[in-house]
């Protein structure tokens, strides 16, 4: 049993897994320009927060290498320019553009032309091992809070494939794998596109874990049926009071919990939080093509001419969240003073 990576930095080359194909196709990629790293979190290919944060800051290095100034005014210059063409490859994902100003600032430093070259690679392989670091922590903190908990539901995916390794809503499934602490858990497939059901259900299976694949409009019946004690979801954006921002659907799952009074966990890396936003209301909701609704594949499920509403995510009010898991413990209400105390010197 092994637990799916879906970045490899191998030999100065980034290798993607084609998040698009899973389940049916086992796809590996390389992205050798910044058009192609663009493409590829603009077209879902990468997904997930963190692993858009650190497939980002690869491509802003990999563009930064072929470049071809000369003087390090012109080479900050274009960097500037690539930097701003990657960040407005999607919206939500705060990781996205923590990732790539930290690129930024540190090319500040350099000399010379060829050691931003060499200072924005570093700090791109610095992003990705940080973030396997953090997930494993993120996982041993939510083993702690799940404690006996059997059976625990999840939306999209949160997973390792969504970050470096192991992810974060859904690591504490694969640490518990590996120690022999069984979890069953309920995957929403995640509509629109299917998150859930292609991702989340085949990463489970990858590392072992027992998984059970509900629509979304089946979660409140399966809470009460099945006897569901936890949800846990992962994050795109938490605010500086804890709202968060997840794959749409959160928010219902998070009413549901607080309805059958069961525990509502966000798990999500130090790098998730914008601290420069005091509440969820002024988080920008990603919406997506309408044929994501219309369609299914290449097949109609609408009538031609309907009117769709596509946003990508939701925001949960911090009273929904029983607590948030990070890679430095577990924030507790009063959000707004606690994440300040936990994550107020790194990142405000
Ligand atoms: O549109 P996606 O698939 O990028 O949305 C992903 C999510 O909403 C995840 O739950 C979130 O990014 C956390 S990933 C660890």
Redesign the pocket.
């Known amino acids: 049993m092994t637990i799916p990576v879906s970045i490899l930095w191998n030999q100065d080359q980034l290798t993607i897994l084609n998040q698009q194909k899973l389940p049916h196709v086992i796809e590996y990629i390389h992205l050798d320009t910044i058009e192609a790293v663009f493409d590829a979190i603009i077209s879902?290919k990468v997904?997930?927060?963190?692993?858009?944060g650190i497939t980002a800051a690869y491509g802003l290095a990999i563009g930064a290498s072929q470049f071809s100034a000369e003087k390090l005014e012109d080479f900050q210059q274009e960097l500037h320019e690539q930097y701003i063409y990657l960040a407005g490859s999607?919206p939500t994902?705060v990781n996205l553009f923590w990732a790539l100003e930290r690129l930024m600032k540190k090319a500040e430093t350099a000399k010379t032309v060829e050691e931003a070259k060499a200072i924005l690679l570093a700090e791109a392989i610095a992003i990705h091992k940080e973030d396997e670091e953090h997930c494993r922590k993120i996982g041993e903190y939510a083993l702690s809070v799940l404690g006996d908990y059997r059976n625990v539901m999840t939306i999209?995916?949160?997973?390792s494939i969504?970050?470096a390794k192991y992810?974060?809503?859904l690591a504490p499934f694969h640490l518990g794998a590996e120690i022999g602490k069984e979890f069953h858990v309920y995957a929403c497939e995640t509509r629109p596109?299917f998150?859930g059901s292609r991702l989340t259900v085949w990463e489970l299976q990858q590392s072992g874990v027992e998984v059970t694949l509900i629509t979304d409009g089946m979660a409140a019946h399966t809470i009460q049926a099945k006897g569901v004690q936890a949800i846990i979801?992962?994050?795109?954006r938490i605010a500086a009071n804890g709202d968060s921002a997840?794959?749409i659907g959160t928010l219902g799952l998070a009413i549901l919990a607080k309805a059958f009074k069961i525990p509502f966990y966000i798990a999500?890396p130090s790098s998730t939080f914008d601290l420069n936003l005091a509440d969820g209301t002024q988080i920008p909701i990603e919406e997506r093509d309408e044929k994501e609704i219309t369609h299914i594949g290449e097949s109609r499920i609408a009538p031609e001419g309907t009117l769709v509403y596509n946003p990508?995510?939701d925001v949960t009010p911090n009273e929904y969240i029983t607590g948030i898991i990070t890679e430095k413990g577990i924030i507790y209400p009063d959000y707004q003073k606690n994440i300040h105390n936990t994550l107020g010197e790194q990142i405000g």
């Open positions: 879902l997904r997930g927060a963190p692993a858009i999607r994902a999209c995916n949160a997973g969504a970050t992810g974060t809503a596109v998150q979801a992962g994050a795109d997840n794959k999500a990508a995510f």
